[in-house]
């Protein structure tokens, strides 16, 4: 589907009717709207559609996803008062750590948001440089986390076992050696600056928001689910396949497409895994056991090069998609499903280029 300027997805020109004129006359331009009349999205209700569209597209299942809720509930039960100060208490019914409103109130009106794939300074003085010259922005949204989601990303990573699992890894396995990865990361996020692009959107005011795993959800259950029904049968299919999605010929002509980091075009694809979500890059020490449980091809957004050597040790091919591609197929998709009902104005940085597959909007 060819790209519209701006990614608008209420426009008049495109006779997109308002859901609470009975009269059923296409809707105003943002600008010319009478915002005392028009129901808009509300950034709280933005947050919780895209968090439940997640869940209901996480590879584990629903069923999964509410046992570890259900944990997560148990373990604050068990904490004794000086504990629970220093506890989230947004985890007890989001299950991805990585994914929070960063600042703003749920009851804000959202009619036009900023959207890139990683958020910053830079980023944040841009959407403050654009409303200071009329541009109407609402919110940010990022991809990649910041501030606490950013701290606690090492938490969603306890995904991963259950996803490994589904393919073949026993779990004892899979989650001894996920044990070891997260705390690895643990280490990594610890020296960081979390709090710097909050705290531009703090002193500037403008409401900022990320979703990580939900979107990563939404790109790793498609693309799995169209390699299961398309079957590629070599590695130069498996590309083709990856090639036909609008984000990823986007970037092939950007020079950042698909591409057969192990393996040969005439290779046989076999039993493809799609490794989108849960974070980050799991145990490198994991692709033993799934070569064990049958998989022949991984497709990821990226691979570290010591992930690589491991890779080709058990003789397994890669076709790494793309990072900021996928990234991109994720949101969009994400988008989709969160913006069905109300009309909200996208508009592009970062990275993000908007790609719709609804047309229709309530």
């Known amino acids: ?67 570890e809720l259900e944990r997560t509930r148990k373990e604050f039960d068990a904490l004794s008062p000086g504990d629970r100060e220093f506890f989230d208490p947004e985890t007890l019914k989001n299950p991805y750590p990585d994914s929070r409103i960063l600042h ?30 009329g541009t109407r922005i609402d919110a940010i949204l990022s991809h990649h986390p910041s501030g606490r989601a950013l701290a606690d990303l090492f938490s969603v990573m306890k995904m991963q076992s259950d996803i490994l699992n589904l393919y073949g890894v026993p779990i004892n396995i899979a989650e001894d050696l996920m044990d070891a990865r997260i705390k690895e990361i643990e280490r990594k996020l610890m020296p960081i600056n979390h709090a710097r692009a909050v705290d531009a959107a703090r002193l500037l005011d403008i409401p900022f928001i990320c979703l990580h795993t939900p979107a990563d959800n939404m790109v790793a259950t498609y693309l799995q689910r169209l390699f299961d029904r398309e079957k590629p049968y070599t590695l130069a299919d498996v590309v083709d396949v990856l090639r036909a999605i609008p984000e990823y010929k986007a970037a092939g002509l950007n020079g950042a497409g698909p591409k ?55 003789h397994l091919n890669v076709v790494i998609a793309g990072h900021i591609s996928s990234d991109n197929l994720g949101l969009n998709l994400l988008l989709d499903e969160v913006l069905r009902e109300q009309p909200v104005e996208i508009r592009e940085c970062s990275g993000f280029r908007r790609f719709r597959r609804n047309e229709k909007r309530a």
Request: hydrophobic share 40%.
């Open 1 to 67: 589907m060819p790209r519209l300027p701006l990614a608008r997805e209420a426009i008049l020109t495109r006779g997109i009717r308002c859901p609470n004129d009975r009269r059923n006359k296409p809707c105003a331009s943002p600008a010319t709207r009478d915002r005392s009349v028009v129901d808009f999205m509300k950034l709280g209700d933005l947050y919780t559609r895209a968090i439940e569209t997640g869940v209901a597209h996480d590879p584990r299942g629903k069923d999964a996803v509410a046992k």
């Open 104 to 133: 703003g109130s749920l009851d804000h009106d959202v009619e036009s948001i900023l959207v890139g794939i990683d958020i910053d300074v830079a980023e944040i003085l841009l959407a403050h440089t654009l409303r200071s010259s």
């Open 260 to 314: 057969i980091m192990l393996g040969a075009k005439t290779r046989k694809a076999g039993k493809v895994f799609v490794d989108m979500t849960g974070g980050t890059e799991g145990a490198r020490e994991i692709f033993e056991s799934l070569t064990a449980g049958g998989v022949s091809t991984i497709v990821a957004m990226h691979l570290s090069e010591e992930h690589r050597k491991e890779a080709e040790k058990h």
